[in-house]
């Protein structure tokens, strides 16, 4: 219990101390946002700052934080310290500088921000990464909420009766002006969200759980190593590419730069506690990680947080529990194909005041995710987790050479290479040695995802020393 509270203690004072120094490090202005000067009425549509909070938190704040804590989770509280560092140091981070770098640029989105700051190759390269990760995410969110309609209404209308409603949602919302829909119907999403979270604290403490203390071992029942497994199952509730496709989507919304750390990173550090409280809240219900373990393999993971929700709260509070649990990826859903159809928009050039224009770009990715969808739930997770965290790494490094290119003092970089570097080697780790990448052994893949990031970092330092170099034989 002592470190679940420290936990939450330590997130909110990242928020108020370290979100300070990273929007410093940033130096935001008063300069006119894209929202003031591309107003279309459509996707730059300028919104009051709860808006822009809650559209972020509820764009992020999917399946992600539930079901990657849940299953992260299985490795022990260990598990904490990644959610609550990850979140502040590199998570907060990379939604913070993605959303500003964007409104910097118009309102680019992540691929359009790595073909200006790194080069071309590297625009087209992220351009099919992004759509390809975005159509998965969607897919993911589709599928994830219909089976747990499904099994709150066992035998009456069917899964797939449930994935094409909410695939006919996310036509409408992916098309319609962010103000009518998305701008409208997330504050009181919001709020249910808000509400499903404590009433799993609340349950968690009313029914005399006991949350474990925080252990650096790994209690895994596979014994999958903490490294890199962990760093990728917890996708969302620590640091995210998938973010970096939706701060732009905001960044296009937000009406003054200094809404940006409430914004992007105060939303992060929420989503944070939400990923929190149902690691938390699933080795408590279940009593041992080896317990959790078995209920994701038995039930899923839309059974297991039916079955906490319920266990903890009781019938009326296990149905709005399970509510905040469907609206989460939902809101991640419909925002994931509505950032891959601005991606394809830029690339295509087409004018998105036109509705034709909107539609003749969506409906073949819901076609796509709809086929989708018959696949197998956990390896769609196993590959978004891994194509997610890449993301975040060049998500992190984009914003790296940003900070090198435009910043008079070049160190401060550092605030993104650190980071940057240590989700390099996560990445490159993990795909040597998951069953879906190379396979090889632990001994192999340590010392080479090692120095793959060790070599990266090297990198960047002298990137920075050139620069600090540069500048004094000009001053």
Request: hydrophobic share 50%; with cysteine; net charge positive.
């Amino acid at each position: 219990m002592i470190s679940f509270g420290l936990s939450l203690v330590v997130l909110i004072l990242g928020y108020l101390f370290f979100g300070r120094l990273v929007a410093w490090v940033f130096e935001p202005d008063d300069r006119k946002t894209p929202a003031e000067v591309k107003q279309d009425g459509v996707d730059y549509v300028p919104l009051k700052l709860w808006k822009s909070y809650l559209v972020q938190l509820l764009n992020i704040a999917g399946t992600g934080p539930i079901f990657g804590a849940l299953m992260g989770a299985c490795f022990g509280p260990v598990v904490f310290l990644w959610i609550v560092f990850g979140a502040i140091i590199a998570g907060g981070v990379h939604d913070y500088m993605c959303g500003m770098i964007s409104e910097r640029n118009d309102g680019a989105s992540i691929a359009e921000l790595s073909g200006t700051y790194i080069g071309s190759f590297a625009k087209w390269c992220m351009r099919i990464f992004s759509v390809l990760l975005l159509l998965l995410c969607g897919t993911v969110f589709v599928t994830s909420p219909a089976a747990l309609l499904d099994s709150l209404m066992p035998g009456r209308f069917g899964k797939m009766f449930w994935i094409v409603l909410i695939l006919l949602y996310y036509l409408f919302a992916a098309i319609w002006p962010i103000d009518k829909v998305i701008g409208r119907v997330y504050p009181f999403f919001g709020i249910v969200l808000i509400i499903m979270a404590t009433g799993i604290v609340f349950g968690i403490f009313k029914g005399g759980y006991t949350i474990p203390e925080i252990t650096f071992a790994n209690l895994h029942p596979d014994n999958l190593p903490v490294w890199p497994f962990m760093f990728v199952t917890v996708a969302c509730g620590a640091v995210s590419g998938f973010h970096s496709t939706q701060s732009p989507m905001v960044a296009k919304c937000i009406t003054s730069e200094y809404q940006g750390r409430r914004v992007f990173y105060g939303a992060m550090i929420s989503e944070s506690v939400i990923a929190l409280v149902w690691a938390a809240g699933g080795v408590a219900f279940y009593g041992s990680t080896g317990g959790l373990k078995t209920a994701l393999t038995d039930l899923g993971q839309s059974g297991v947080v039916y079955d906490i929700s319920t266990g903890m709260l009781g019938t009326i509070g296990g149905i709005l529990a399970v509510i905040g649990v469907v609206v989460c990826p939902i809101t991640s859903g419909d925002t994931a194909f509505r950032s891959a159809r601005l991606i394809l928009a830029e690339t295509t050039h087409l004018d998105q005041k036109s509705i034709r224009n909107r539609v003749l770009l969506t409906v073949p990715m819901l076609l796509f995710g709809a086929v989708m969808t018959q696949t197998d739930f956990n390896a769609l997770w196993r590959y978004f987790s891994w194509s997610n965290q890449s993301l975040a790494m060049i998500a992190l490094w984009v914003a790296t050479v940003y900070l090198i290119k435009t910043k008079e003092h070049a160190f401060r970089a550092l605030i993104t290479g650190v980071p940057a570097s240590f989700m390099t080697g996560v990445c490159v780790t993990y795909i040597l040695m998951a069953e879906e990448g190379l396979r090889i052994s632990q001994k192999i893949a340590y010392p080479i995802g090692i120095v793959v990031a060790a070599s990266h970092f090297v990198f960047f330092l002298m990137l920075i020393f050139t620069k600090e170099k540069h500048k004094k034989e000009h001053s």
